[in-house]
């Protein structure tokens, strides 16, 4: 993997968002700002809104309010990964087949779908039914599906969830490659992450609505 | 291109890794037009003058039991919040549903067809228009039915909303379906059928689309 810079200068804004779910407001006038190369840890405790506002940044819940993007207003968002609770992957299809698929899909334009099992710890796996994978094992699956395309923002929700130590060290190294070829990150967790340049994180503490 | 036939080999092998469920389609394709004789009796010049529209029930009802496998999984296991981020465009993705759709669901039934063309004592003649009128008209219902399962998507136990949502549209398919059988001008119904079929096929992943992008998860 290189450490040289791919993605091109970005920045992205949120001025006054506001969001929630089911006409109940969780997050109330949020702002904050993200560069090439810098991550956001969403912090909070459960129902604090974390996951409705990974949503709203991806543009799948409208915001009550405000807006999230680059500063200048014509321009569109960067392309994004999601990786939500769900993890995407189709039981009856195997491993390999699963990914390969969002490879094409999303434009081949990362590692190869092997390369990427491998660099997730699914590398032997690849024959195997996504159906028959343990919980961390899907969701290794489902970062692997980052590595194949290569998209600047990564928007996260739990991607530590049912992974073993190894694995929250996998995420780790995962998100300071991305960073350090200058992609941006989003994520909510409640495991503690430590970048190696820690001036690349900054922490957004998000309070339950009363 | 490649990421529309990915799209296209995966919803193919879903639908055949599924165990059975196409041959559950034909069976039931088969069996609903199967039960008519025992219900109306056994008079043969009845059934042969009733046969193309009980074969058109059958076929409508037939593709009606796919349409939860179209969005369901796909919404339930998260793939479709992914598909509106897709490099492939979110109505290319559906094009290639729509396609597999037709594929698994309409083409067993075409295959199906002489078994029930044999019950209902239906002669050579009609079966052939039949096999043309529903080659021809099958796409509109499964483009229709797209439609109707990308609507009821994010309605939880939405399965029976689809079905009574895209009754209406399916109506002049079932029309000239029959038509095209049974009519002195089943050829101009056959050509009407062909281009409510384009037509259905041409915007049902765009209206499916916008469906889909507007509902909120």
């Known amino acids: 993997m290189t450490d040289q810079q791919v993605y091109p200068p970005i920045h992205l804004r949120a001025t006054g968002l506001s969001c929630g779910r089911g006409g109940m407001l969780l997050t109330d006038q949020l702002d ?17 809104g974390k996951s409705t506002l990974l949503l709203t940044l991806a543009g799948i819940i409208a915001p009550f309010s405000g807006r999230f993007g680059p500063p200048d207003v014509d321009t569109e968002l960067p392309l994004l990964h999601y990786c939500g609770h769900r993890n995407a992957s189709k ?13 094409k899909v999303n434009g081949p334009t990362g590692m190869t779908p092997q390369a990427a099992l491998d660099q997730v710890g699914l590398g032997d796996l690849d024959g195997l039914d996504a159906g028959y994978l343990s919980a961390g094992q899907s969701r290794r699956l489902a970062l692997a599906r980052l590595l194949v395309s290569l998209r ?24 300071a490659n991305h960073l350090a070829r200058g992609g941006l990150a989003i994520a909510a ?20 609505a009363p | 291109m490649s990421a529309f036939l990915a799209m296209l080999q995966r919803e193919l092998r879903l639908a055949l890794r599924g165990g059975g469920d196409v041959l559950t389609l034909m069976l039931f394709f088969v069996i609903v037009g199967a039960i008519v004789p025992f219900a109306v009796g056994p008079d043969q010049t009845l059934l042969a003058s009733i046969a193309p529209g009980i074969v058109w029930i059958a076929a409508f009802l037939a593709m009606l039991l796919g349409l939860e496998r179209l969005f369901r999984p796909d919404h ?5 919040i992914l598909l509106r981020h897709a490099e492939l465009p979110l109505s290319a993705a559906i094009a290639a549903k729509l396609i597999a759709h037709w594929l698994v669901t309409a083409l067993p039934l075409l295959l199906a067809s002489p078994i029930l063309a044999l019950l209902l004592a239906m002669d050579l003649a009609s079966f052939w228009r039949t096999l043309i009128s529903l080659s021809l008209g099958t796409p509109a219902l499964a483009a229709f039915g797209t439609i109707g ?27 000239f379906g029959v038509g095209a059988i049974t009519s002195p001008q089943s050829g101009a119904a056959a050509l009407f059928l062909a281009a409510l079929s384009l037509m259905a096929v041409a915007l049902a ?7 889909i992008r507007s509902a909120e998860d």
């Open chain 2, 205 to 211: 992943p765009f209206v499916a689309a916008f469906a």
């Open chain 1, 91 to 103: 039981p009856r299809l195997s491993v390999l087949e699963n990914l390969t698929f969002w490879a």
């Open chain 1, 152 to 175: 600047p923002l990564w928007l996260l929700d739990e991607p530590t969830a049912a992974l073993d130590e190894p694995g929250h060290q996998l995420v780790t190294r995962l998100l």
């Open chain 2, 149 to 175: 399962a990308a609507v009821t998507v994010p309605i939880r136990h939405g399965g029976l909303i689809a079905p009574i949502l895209i009754a209406p549209l399916s109506v002049p398919v079932l029309i």
């Open chain 1, 32 to 48: 904050f700002s993200l560069r090439n190369g810098q991550t956001l840890l969403l912090r909070g405790p459960n129902g604090a």
């Open chain 1, 189 to 208: 967790t409640h495991d503690p992450i430590s970048l190696p340049d820690p001036s690349s994180l900054s922490t957004l503490l998000l309070a339950r």
């Open chain 2, 76 to 80: 339930e296991d998260g793939s479709l």
